[in-house]
């Protein structure tokens, strides 16, 4: 127990000593929350400009003033995206929050007679086109109101610009066939003013802010991730020491399933460590910056902390299976190329639950989700998954952890027998019947 102890310690604060361990714990995350911060900070001080020459053919000139009141004056505020709230001079849409609101439009009609003057009316706004990005073309064709489409150019069809002139003006043609079929126009947007729908459990408590699904999906990827980051942390680390030969050293002191052991529960307290310090950035984010999330519209997600610890105890199980696995390609191949093919089946292992996730989001409480969850090799995500979704009976909890420690028992057996032989072995990979006669070896 001692070696075991001195190799934790070696392998903990060798790694937690490292850059990349500073990078990812501390840096990382920071970069994360720029990337969800920085673009609506620059939205919020930026302004650009679209200048859209309209050609309109439909001869309407109320729907063109309609949709350039519109896009002029940067009141998107959808019908069919309504809040209900009749404050509306204090509060602003949910797109303006978002910095959508900054794009400054400049709409001018060109009317067209006939479709055949189209082309030559059309030739010098395209090369406007061309040499300024903020120009677009607009055409309105003489049937929009039936379904006709319309046509937009510029130099980069792709931008936000696009989203928000065809929203802006399917909420035009959608007010205007309601006020031909015979609505008051005054009372459209009443008409139209979604329901709001309040997610209750069956104790009736309210579920706010982000889905429980969302914050599943978050976990099973945090889990998945880790759990192969880790993994393949744990086979290089075995590689590294085979070709310094360090490993030779190292096991005249120590048995060889203490060095495997060490190893394992050494570089897990360092995914611990990792897990603990983001686990307190978000406690610090949520408490010191949760006004400036709400103010940006973006709700809050509420964990409990049950499932905190069942994410903990799911990460510490399949990190410890996969773990294992890891050493053992490692103590296998003596270089990262024959580990590259060797890993292949382990990966999968640690990939296959992810491409599963979607079918057991679907339908958490179905049969094949409930036999999926319980396999030992899928359970740290997907199990994790239906916990996070529908806090699944707690007797189906602690068969899949019953299940993932037997595993893990009989893999650190069965690695250990292997480990002890091939952390010696160099030069060519062994086969499988090589491998069995070690596991066979006393």
Not at 220 to 231: D, H, K, M, Q, R
């Amino acid at each position: 127990m001692r070696n075991i102890l001195i190799i934790i310690k070696r392998e903990y604060l060798t790694r937690v000593r490292s850059k990349a361990f500073v990078i990812g714990t501390f840096l990382s995350p920071l970069f994360i929350l720029a990337l969800a911060i920085l673009p609506t900070f620059l939205a919020d001080r930026s302004k650009g400009s679209r200048s859209i020459t309209v050609f309109d053919l439909s001869g309407d000139e109320q729907f063109f003033s309609e949709i350039k009141n519109r896009l002029e004056s940067q009141n998107r505020k959808s019908l069919f995206s309504t809040t209900g709230n009749k404050n509306d001079g204090q509060d602003a849409s949910l797109d303006e929050k978002r910095g959508l609101g900054n794009l400054q439009f400049t709409l001018t009609r060109v009317v067209v007679q006939e479709a055949s003057q189209l082309a030559d009316l059309m030739s010098e706004p395209i090369k406007r086109i061309e040499q300024k990005s903020n120009e677009a073309v607009l055409v309105i064709p003489k049937e929009a109101l039936s379904g006709q489409p319309l046509e937009y150019y510029a130099k980069n069809p792709s931008d936000l610009a696009v989203a928000i002139v065809e929203s802006t003006i399917n909420d035009v043609i959608k007010e205007r066939r309601l006020a031909q079929a015979g609505f008051n126009k005054a009372n459209l947007e009443e008409y139209l003013k979604p329901v709001q729908m309040q997610r209750r459990n069956p104790r009736g408590e309210e579920e706010k802010g982000i889905p429980r699904f969302a914050v599943g999906m978050v976990m099973l990827f945090f889990i998945y991730i880790t759990t192969l980051f880790y993994g393949i942390f744990v086979m290089r680390g075995v590689i590294e020491e085979k070709q310094s030969r360090i490993v030779e050293v190292l096991i005249s002191s120590v048995k060889p399933f203490e060095l495997m052991m060490g190893k394992l529960i050494g570089i897990g307290l360092v995914g611990l460590t990792q897990y603990a310090i983001w686990i307190l950035c978000l406690a610090l984010v949520l408490v010191f910056g949760a006004s400036v999330f709400v103010n940006q519209g973006i709700p809050l997600p509420q964990i409990p902390i049950s499932l905190i610890i069942y994410f903990v105890l799911f990460f510490i199980l399949g990190y410890f299976l996969y773990a294992s696995l890891y050493a053992l390609v490692g103590a296998i191949v003596s270089n990262e190329e024959d580990a590259q093919q060797v890993q292949m089946p382990v990966t999968l292992l640690v990939v296959v639950p992810v491409i599963l996730f979607p079918l057991v989001m679907t339908n958490p409480d179905s049969t094949l989700s409930t036999i999926l969850s319980m396999i030992p090799f899928f359970a740290p995500t997907l199990m994790m998954m239906r916990v996070a979704m529908i806090n699944p009976p707690i007797y189906q909890v602690a068969l899949a952890m019953v299940g993932m420690l037997i595993t893990i028992l009989a893999s650190v057996w069965m690695v250990g027998r292997i480990y002890r032989i091939g952390i010696l072995m160099y030069g060519k990979r062994p086969s499988l019947i090589e491998l069995g006669r070690w596991i066979r070896y006393s």
